[in-house]
């Protein structure tokens, strides 16, 4: 069945370093794939998302990337800041006709000060 | 703030009770997302509505059901509630059909 792999569950990083966070899909047609962040006793908040016709999509410190071949996309982070700390999510939008996001298991960011 | 509302923030009830959570998409969006969180499972969809009808279904028990109203907003019904039902309950808003889906805070249900 559709399926959303998600690595690494759990990401400590420095301030000021990069993070990546890695995302396989099962569902080959799948043409949206967006990413959350989840911060401690809050719903899950859209930070950026990228179209299946779009390798790379950028907005100031993060970016994602698509290989739709692969059937993998990445959440990166640059210049990493305590705030950042949150579980993110990825999710791919299932099968055509229906609007059912199928999501990851999360990583739980860390950014040490 | 997303602009979608979920009512109750927390609630806690017994086994073999009958809740209701109660959803209001952001103004515009036709379409309604529910969700189940539990740490064990990640983020479930359940059910999707647009302008009224039952358009997706996920892994939604016979237990569980929900409506979107013609205002707009939702409401899910979770009956002869069991342990395994604790959980985060989020409800996420779209325009039209999406796909950028917005979520409220959720309502987390303690049963007990």
């Known amino acids: 069945g559709e399926n959303v792999e998600q690595h690494p569950s759990t990401l400590s990083v420095q301030e000021g370093d990069s993070a990546v966070i890695k995302c396989t899909y099962s569902d080959s047609a799948s043409n949206y794939f967006p990413w959350y962040k989840q911060e401690l006793g809050k719903g899950p908040q859209l930070i950026i998302d990228i179209r299946s016709n779009v390798g790379e999509k950028k907005d100031q410190r993060i970016a994602v990337t698509l290989n739709k071949t692969a059937k993998h996309f990445s959440l990166h982070i640059t210049e990493t800041q305590p705030e950042d700390s949150a579980v993110y999510f990825c999710a791919a939008l299932g099968a055509s006709g229906t609007y059912k996001y199928i999501f990851g298991t999360g990583t739980r960011l860390k950014v040490l000060a | 703030d997303s602009g979608v509302t979920q009512t109750p923030k927390h609630l806690i009830t017994a086994t073999g009770q009958r809740v209701t959570l109660r959803c209001s998409p952001r103004?515009?969006?036709?379409?309604v997302y529910w969700y189940q969180q539990s740490l064990d499972q990640g983020l479930q969809f359940l059910i999707q509505y647009y302008n009224g009808e039952e358009r997706a279904k996920g892994n939604i028990l016979e237990r569980f059901s929900a409506q979107q109203f013609p205002d707009l907003h939702s409401e899910l019904n979770l009956s002869s509630l069991e342990l395994g039902d604790s959980a985060l309950y989020f409800c996420?808003?779209?325009?039209?059909?999406?796909?950028?889906?917005?979520f409220g805070q959720g309502t987390r249900l303690t049963v007990v």
């Open positions: 996420a808003s779209s325009l039209q059909e999406g796909p950028e889906a917005f």
């Open positions: 103004s515009g969006d036709l379409s």
